[in-house]
């Protein structure tokens, strides 16, 4: 009989985070964009550079704050390794109960907390309490470029649905296209997320579409009136 390892879900959660929060960023952010502008001035070629420059300085905006957050956490566990490896070289034995002391809060005895202490600090010393003391390990740890690179790439294709609406939508009802696609797009956004993280699909497509309109109207709604007023 063969043993199917368990699916968890935990070990997507870089790399889902980031790619999800630029896609829907990328096509919330440029059909807001692109409905204000239309709203206020509906004339394609302002639409499309709207939704163009959007797309651009979205992208880049979104992968540079990624990177320089993901770096500075980075930083902080690396400084965090660090210090922890002098202290194992300075004095190893009160590291040692510190380790033990993690298992026993986490329901060991004392005998069997110092016996697992002692087999995976002589396994590895470092790697014991980065993983269980300070929390960090493979799946958790920063990667800033592998981030940045999600967040540019998922915020571009987000934003090219839009881009591309403003390209062929007729101008008169480009509000209304914009709108309808990207309600679509996120419900389907929504859906994907939620299977991927393996959460409750109706509720992530009832909360990004919900403020997905409320983003998507206020911007109209300023648009409109900032319109009517320079008219």
Known sequence: MHHQLEKHYVNRVGWLRAAVLGANDGLLSTTSIVIGVAAAEPDRHIII???LAGMIAGAMSMAAGEYVSVSSQEDTEKADLLREKRELEEMPEIELR?????????GCTKETAMQVAIELTEHDAL??????????NEITQAKPLQAA????????????????????APLKQMVYFQYGFSIIFLMLLGAISAKAGGSGIKVAVLRICFWGTVAMGITAFVGHVFGVNIA
């Open 49 to 51: 550079l709207a939704a």
């Open 127 to 136: 790697g014991a309490h980065a993983r269980d003391e300070l929390g960090i």
């Open 149 to 168: 690179m999600a967040s540019f790439s998922s915020f571009a294709v987000g934003a090219l649905l839009p881009f591309s609406v403003s390209l062929l």
């Open 98 to 106: 510190e380790l033990a002391k993690v298992y026993e809060k986490r």
